[in-house]
């Protein structure tokens, strides 16, 4: 089955719309509906050219604690040669829509949409669209937590549509996880997949774990519990949830139902403050 891969395009609600919406922000989760993503709260960054982006997370007292999320939407034309200026950082690309010519280390790669990198921190690399079609992608970034005796990951390369999913036991493959990085890998301290439930398909337990949670609903729609409420949510909106927020999630139909995951994984608990 063909992917689909929702993003913003911004505009502006007409006057005549009404306020209410299904926005919310708690001390457990958020969910940013896609009808918030609007040109009036895009925001810009140093060295990129023709660029725009959603802020959909940040490290933020009450909210994330672990990692930012960008939605990026880059003119054609437009692009950096100087993308990220923490070289602490570590990130993921995920292209939704568009192509993007991606420059690691003095290599050129052509990102599609379902393409995925994952470039280390220290990582020298340059982003342009090369295209005639706008180019939209998420961007993931966290402080890399280096350990002794692990070297750092490698920079990966992949499309979504080459990887075959992995079934959840027992769901009669209703619902599967398409990663990108072998989980036995310590070395990454980051894991961003592809979560898809087929029409009826479940998280049939409320979760609760130390894993901090950003969700991007790709396609379709479905019910998702967060802490005490059940929320509907659909392709566009985005969901932050606290590490230990209790999850759930009943996709109904009548289409798949998928997301964009990241969590933090693989590090000790640590015993005083970050920095």
Sequence with gaps: MTAKYFAPHGGHPGQEQLLTDRAMFTDAYAVIPKGTMRDIVTS??????????????????????????????????????????????????????GTATLGVDGDVHELTPGGYAYLPHDTAWTLRNTGTDTLRFHWIRKAYVAVDGLDAPDVLILNENDIAPTVMPD?????????FVDPADLRHDMHVTIVTFEPGGVIPFAETHVMEHGLYVLEGKAVYRLNQDWVEVEAGDYMWLRAFCPQACYAGGPGRFRYLLYKDVNRHMPMRPLG
Aim: no cysteine; hydrophobic share 40%; proline share 8%.
């Design 44 to 97: 810009f960054l140093p060295f990129w050219d023709d660029t725009r982006l959603w802020v959909l997370s940040r490290p933020l007292s009450g909210f994330a604690e672990t990692f930012s999320q960008y939605i990026m939407e880059v003119a054609p034309g437009g692009g950096s040669e100087r993308p990220e200026t923490d070289p602490g950082v570590q990130g993921v690309l995920f292209v939704v829509e």
């Design 171 to 179: 769901t009669d493959g209703k619902w599967a996880t398409t990663r």
